[in-house]
């Protein structure tokens, strides 16, 4: 017997919670429930996290957590228990799967059967944000190797355990060579550790456009946070229903599962809503509790209750479905039909091999780092910029001296174009005179003559070579 822990949440949430914990329990399933209360209650009692201590505590201990959706109150300072519960537990893997239910359920794509892989924890969702200048806000996308390693190795494992034949990756790194290039480069690596799986790149724009089009031709995708978060809903809506589709977030240590969609407040209480999508979610559950054998018979009795046309309202239509029916009647129908097979739509069988082969990550000795100039972001109201490059060149000495300027991005000095436009804040690169190494004394010498000269200076980063290689990119132009 697992124990698991399990919150109801808000709006349909229960409804949706009881008929799914039904159906898993009458299929078999070894498992022994400790609820907590999360969401709503929760924050409108004062506790701006939506959840107590004591339920962490509970979380941390199962270790596996089923969640229904919640309603976060609007205004107010609430966090969302989603992004805090996937950060504080590292939970670094979002795994959604999206299949079109044709002819049963209405899609354009009836061949769709795609698993979208998403990295959970870092890239722009790391929340750091700063408004620097009166004109210009910055978030800063952290993508780090542990963090890429991870999640394409779940990727693949993913594939492999479930007999998937390609990984796609989609990044944007003709664009950001470091970050999105890192994602790219570790997908390079590891996809040589599986060779039995087929694996390819794909640009992230033509990709989803080639996705939204053509699902059939994909089958795993592994991205980074920002991507995943748009496509999967993409994925989820064009399968059919975002009210069909499930999610698990693993971590090393613990997992929670869940419906996409949220807690449909105005459908709440009145027996009508779809539990499918957190069926799925409990379905993936069971598979990581390796109850393969319960998940297989709960998934294969829930596609016989689908093509048997017995359908709730979100999904039910005239000539297709055979029977309308409230969330209670959806969940006996499942039941009903436990131990039985689909007819025209796939069955699945799910292995019973052990689960996935997951090393912890190994940290890589310390590259030898260089540190062979700084830019120095200023704010400045002028509009020249050789007015600012001659004000700016005060600050060269016999080490370093200034070697660009860019306004987002974009070289402006020297030789830069009038009709770029730009903005009050700029970028003001600094490399040794002699083309070898600066000290970080040197930068100190920058900021105080920087100040000195009344220079408004908001941020340095160092440009750095790690084992000879740069780790910087040149100004767009340059
Ligand atoms: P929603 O997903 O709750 O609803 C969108 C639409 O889909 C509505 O028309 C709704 O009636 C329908 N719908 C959703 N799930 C359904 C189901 N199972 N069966 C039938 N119809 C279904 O999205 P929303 O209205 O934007 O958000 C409502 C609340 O849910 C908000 O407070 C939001 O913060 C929260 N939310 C929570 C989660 C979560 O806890 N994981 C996720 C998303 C939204």
Not at 60 to 73: D, G, H, Y
Not at 377 to 383: A, I, K, N, R, T
Request: hydrophobic residues 35%; proline residues 4%; aromatic residues 8%.
């Amino acid at each position: 017997m697992t124990k698991i822990t399990v919150a109801k949440g808000d709006g349909i949430g229960p409804e949706i919670m009881d008929a799914t914990l039904e159906i898993i329990l009458a299929a078999g399933a070894n498992i022994e429930i400790e609820e907590i209360e999360v969401g709503e209650k929760v924050y409108l009692a004062g506790n701006t996290a939506g959840i107590a201590k004591e339920s962490w505590d509970v979380i941390r201990r199962n270790k596996v957590f089923l969640k229904a959706p919640i309603t976060t109150p609007q205004g107010g300072g609430y966090k969302s228990l989603n992004v805090t519960t996937r950060k504080f537990l590292g939970l670094y893997s979002n795994v959604r799967p999206c299949m079109s239910l044709h002819p049963f359920v209405k899609t354009k794509h009836p061949e769709m059967d795609i698993v979208i892989v998403r990295e959970n924890e870092e890239d722009l969702y790391a929340g750091i944000e700063h408004q620097q200048t009166d004109e210009v806000v910055q978030c800063l996308k952290l993508i780090s190797r542990p963090g890429c390693e991870k999640i394409v190795r779940y990727a693949f494992e993913y594939a492999k355990h479930y007999g998937r034949k390609k990984v796609t990756c989609f990044t944007k790194d003709n664009i950001m060579k470091q970050t999105d290039g890192l994602f790219h480069q570790v997908f390079d690596e590891i996809a040589k550790e599986y060779p039995e799986i087929e694996n390819e790149h794909w640009i992230i724009d033509i990709g989803a456009a080639k996705m939204a089009d053509t699902p059939e031709a994909f089958d795993v995708i592994v991205m980074p946070n920002l991507y995943g978060d748009v496509l999967s809903d993409v994925a989820a809506q064009i399968a059919g229903s975002v009210g069909l589709a499930g999610s698990a977030n693993i971590g090393e240590e613990c997992a929670m599962f869940e419906a996409i969609h949220g807690s449909a407040p105005r459908r709440a209480g009145q027996n009508l809503a779809n539990p499918s999508g957190l069926l799925q979610g409990a379905i993936m559950m069971l598979n990581h509790l390796g109850q393969t054998k319960i998940a297989e018979k709960v998934q294969n009795a829930w596609l016989k209750t689908i093509e048997d046309g017995i359908h709730t309202y979100d999904i039910f239509k005239e000539g297709v479905s055979k029977q309308k029916v409230g969330t209670k009647e959806f969940a006996q129908a499942v039941i009903a039909n436990l131990g039985q097979q689909p007819t025209h739509l796939k069955s699945v069988t799910y292995s019973e091999e052990a689960s996935f082969n997951l090393p912890k990550y190994q940290r890589k000795p310390a590259s030898q780092k260089d540190l062979v100039g700084v830019d120095v972001f200023v704010q400045w109201q002028g509009l020249n910029p050789d007015e600012l490059a001659e004000k700016i060149q005060k600050l060269n000495s016999e080490k370093v001296q200034l070697s660009m300027i860019t306004n987002r991005g974009i070289k402006v000095w020297p030789e830069g174009f009038k009709e770029t436009f730009c903005t009050d804040h700029w970028r003001c690169r600094f490399k040794p005179t002699d083309g070898n190494l600066m000290s970080k004394q040197e930068i100190l010498n920058l900021l105080s003559q920087a100040v000195d000269l009344d220079i408004d200076t908001i941020k340095t980063e160092n440009l750095y070579n790690f084992n000879g290689k740069s780790g910087y990119s040149l100004g767009q132009g340059q």
